[in-house]
């Protein structure tokens, strides 16, 4: 079946630069649209960034559009968060999901990965 495992998080001043990465154990996500999502304590999950199958279309929300990129190589299994301009508002534990179909709600993601912690220091 495969899993989903993210790595790259770290503790950074703002202003810095992260990549997120989410790599797949197996081929299962390869024809699966692929997100991120962030979550900090007390609050809902939140969509920040997808990206479709099979045409790579790429979608974010406001807040990290011009400063986030998402990205996937379907040889490696893996999809990318690229972060730049961090800013505290970032912090939060970061997730990847893969979604059967175009969705940017938490819900419509089937798979999950552990997270991975962003701490953006002011």
């Known amino acids: 079946q495969g899993q989903l495992e993210e790595s790259g998080g770290g503790l950074v001043q703002a202003g810095a630069s992260l990549r997120l990465s989410c790599a797949a154990s197996g081929r299962t996500f390869s024809t699966y649209n692929m997100g991120w999502f962030r979550q900090v304590p007390g609050k809902e999950r939140e969509f920040v960034a997808a990206?479709?199958?099979?045409?790579?279309?790429?979608y974010y929300i406001d807040s990290v559009k011009g400063r986030f990129a998402i990205s996937r190589d379907n040889a490696k299994n893996t999809v990318y968060l690229q972060m730049n301009s961090l800013k505290p508002e970032d912090t939060a534990v970061y997730y990847c999901?893969?979604?059967?179909?175009?969705?940017?709600?938490?819900?419509?993601?089937?798979?999950w990965g552990q997270g991975t912690q962003v701490t953006v220091s002011s």
């Open positions: 990206i479709s199958w099979p045409s790579a279309r790429t």
């Open positions: 999901a893969a979604a059967r179909f175009w969705v940017t709600t938490t819900s419509g993601y089937e798979h």
